[in-house]
């Protein structure tokens, strides 16, 4: 009796935990301090400052940007509509995918969609477009989000890319890029973990988006690598592809 009673006594005494038991998880490292204001790069390229929220785990968007302006190669996007290009015999308008510049009523077929010659940004159709240097001159290319948006267009493929548009405002557009391709670059802002803001939808091109909502380069699956490459990531961190 007295030893059944010394046993008990003993696990009484003994810490949580003792007994196999997993011990408590620690608490998450918020990711910057609430109310904390941190550099940000602006669409133009000027610096702009965002702020983290009141849970200290994500930034609000980049701020104190300069709107775009107005005049020749600063086009507001307020304007009539893009202009018109040289005229074809075709009736397909604006953005609709073609085949030759003779489908379109503008005259002009480029990576893979009808399109037309600007010089200022409120020469396309803001949002829907962006005035974008190509060769010697600059046309309105359809604006896109992910890889999924431009697979209208076909082959050769018209791949959502990155790229400066007329006014040097920074945009993501459909075209043939082919090997000027560009997905976002790195120390560019994002929705933390929202990696499709860096990489397009782009898998195996080992473009991430931090926790700190930064793109960079690396991975956190195999997925993000090239097909005949590991990835290093432990899952809660950027790693590196090999």
């Given at each position: ?58 930034f609000g968007s980049c701020d104190f940007c300069e709107a775009r302006g107005g005049g020749d190669g600063d086009g507001d996007g307020d304007g009539d509509g ?72 076909g082959a050769p493929p018209s791949l959502c890319g990155f790229a400066p548009a007329i006014d040097n405002w920074t945009v993501t557009v459909c075209s043939n ?66």
């Amino acid at each position: 009796m007295r030893a059944h009673l010394a046993i008990a006594l003993v696990g009484l005494l003994l810490p949580a935990g003792a007994c196999g038991s997993e011990p408590a998880a620690e608490p998450e490292t918020a990711l910057c301090d609430p109310g904390e204001n941190i550099f940000c790069r602006c669409p133009g390229g000027d610096p702009g400052t965002k702020q983290c929220n009141e849970a200290g785990d994500g930034f609000g968007s980049c701020d104190f940007c300069e709107a775009r302006g107005g005049g020749d190669g600063d086009g507001d996007g307020d304007g009539d509509g893009p202009s018109t290009g040289p005229g074809g015999t075709g009736d397909l308008a604006l953005l609709r995918p073609c085949t030759s510049s003779a489908d379109c009523a503008s005259g002009l077929c480029e990576s893979n969609y009808c399109t037309t010659p600007c010089e200022k940004v409120s020469d396309c159709e803001f949002p829907v477009a962006e005035c974008v240097p190509w060769g010697e001159g600059a046309v309105c290319m359809p604006a896109c989000t992910t890889a999924s948006d431009c697979e209208v267009y076909g082959a050769p493929p018209s791949l959502c890319g990155f790229a400066p548009a007329i006014d040097n405002w920074t945009v993501t557009v459909c075209s043939n890029w082919g090997d000027l391709h560009q997905l976002i670059p790195e120390a560019t802002d994002c929705p933390p973990l929202d990696h499709e803001a860096c990489n397009l939808g782009f898998a195996g091109r080992e473009r991430v988006c931090s926790e700190q909502g930064v793109c960079e380069t690396g991975c956190f699956k195999e997925s993000d690598c090239p097909a005949d490459q590991d990835c290093s990531s432990p899952g809660d961190t950027v790693g590196e592809c090999g």
